[in-house]
């Protein structure tokens, strides 16, 4: 046989079993309209092909979204209707997404814990009942209260949240946990620090002041910021979280040895930090503090998260840190605007 047929018919069965392999996976996105969905829809579309990943919301699709793939708008809290369509479109991991923030949570504690709750409870039953291959969901650094210690908060330490979303988000780890060890869900979850980024709008957390203040520093070159300047807090650069979560969902089961939530962590700032960094690249910048509810939140989250854990068990390593995120922030909200 002559060497380019044979490496044509190779090509051809690689490209067969790919086919094959992306033919037998389909994922949900539940939330994908919103900070982290959109950027995580998009991503994972890049890798399994558009086919394969429905997005899914309760408010109409992101136009960043249109035209990359298909979409379904879907309650999380409709159960059955949830069934239908993970039966119908053959559905094999989950990435749930759709809650109520931090800062929004405490405007209305009953919406956050019922949402927060249910949603997962009713991913984790069908999860279960459908023997799905895997299910994201993410939890939060507000698991952690005024009791964990403050700088590089350790993966296991006193865990006594003060916030409805931190007591969800607590509550619910434990909830992957069980269904986990009593049933075999292969259920994988991160605490996430404040995300930043430049695509989608942030959905009511605390740390949105990091976001609001790129946007503000580039349109009215001032902003209000409503926490005090030293506060600091755990952050994250949303293409970092991104590749954390895919790095987590594709790893051997195995190496998966929290079936609680990890902590991951890049970077620790203050709203005095922030400024000055944007000040470097806009020297008339300036900031005013004027510290609301949101102040409270804060004061009861770490300064400084310890992610050993997740280096260890699956190679969690991050990229950006304060000076890259803020250029890369700017650029592309200089570009788009
Ligand atoms: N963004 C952050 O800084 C951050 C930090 C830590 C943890 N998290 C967690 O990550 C997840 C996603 O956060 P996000 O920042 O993208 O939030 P977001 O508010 O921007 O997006 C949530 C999406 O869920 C949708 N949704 C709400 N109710 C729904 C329902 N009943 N059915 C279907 N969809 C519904 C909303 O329309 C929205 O598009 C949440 O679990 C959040 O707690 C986010």
């Known amino acids: 046989m002559k060497p380019f047929r044979i490496l044509t018919e190779r090509f051809l069965g690689l490209h067969l079993l790919l086919t094959e392999f992306m033919a037998k996976e389909k994922i949900l996105v539940i939330g994908a309209s919103g900070q982290i969905g959109v950027e995580l829809t998009l991503a994972l579309r890049k890798i399994y092909g558009a086919s394969i990943v429905i997005a899914s919301d309760l408010r109409e699709e992101n136009p960043l979204l249109k035209g990359t793939g298909p979409y379904v708008t879907m309650d999380v809290m409709n159960k059955e209707l949830l069934h239908l369509q993970v039966n119908r479109q053959n559905v094999t991991q989950i990435y749930l997404l759709a809650a109520i923030l931090s800062a929004t949570g405490e405007k209305n504690p009953n919406l956050a814990w019922n949402l927060n709750m249910q949603g997962l409870l009713n991913i984790l039953d069908i999860a279960r009942e459908q023997n799905l291959k895997k299910v994201y969901w993410p939890s939060s650094i507000a698991v952690f209260g005024p009791t964990s210690p403050k700088q590089n908060c350790p993966q296991q330490t006193i865990i006594e949240p003060t916030t409805v979303y931190g007591i969800s988000k607590y509550a619910g780890e434990f909830w992957c946990n069980y269904y986990f060890n009593k049933s075999g869900v292969d259920v994988r979850s991160l605490r996430y620090p404040g995300l930043i980024s430049y695509k989608s709008p942030p959905g009511g957390g605390t740390t949105d002041y990091a976001v609001e203040i790129y946007h503000e520093a580039l349109e009215h070159k001032h902003y209000n910021c409503f926490l005090e300047k030293d506060t600091y807090l755990p952050m994250m650069y949303m293409p970092d979280a991104i590749r954390a979560t895919i790095e987590l969902m594709e790893a051997p089961a195995e190496k998966i040895q929290t079936r609680t939530s990890y902590n991951i962590a890049s970077m620790s700032f203050s709203p005095e930090e922030i400024s000055a960094e944007i000040k470097k690249h806009i020297p008339e910048f300036t900031i005013e503090y004027a510290p609301d509810y949101r102040q409270d939140?804060?004061?009861?989250?770490?300064?400084?998260?310890?992610?050993?854990?997740?280096?260890?068990?699956?190679?969690?390593?991050?990229?950006?840190?304060?000076?890259?995120?803020?250029?890369?922030?700017?650029?592309?909200?200089?570009?788009?605007g």
């Open 297 to 336: 939140i804060a004061n009861s989250w770490p300064q400084s998260i310890d992610d050993a854990v997740a280096r260890k068990d699956w190679g969690w390593k991050h990229e950006y840190d304060i000076a890259a995120m803020t250029e890369d922030m700017l650029t592309n909200l200089k570009d788009a």
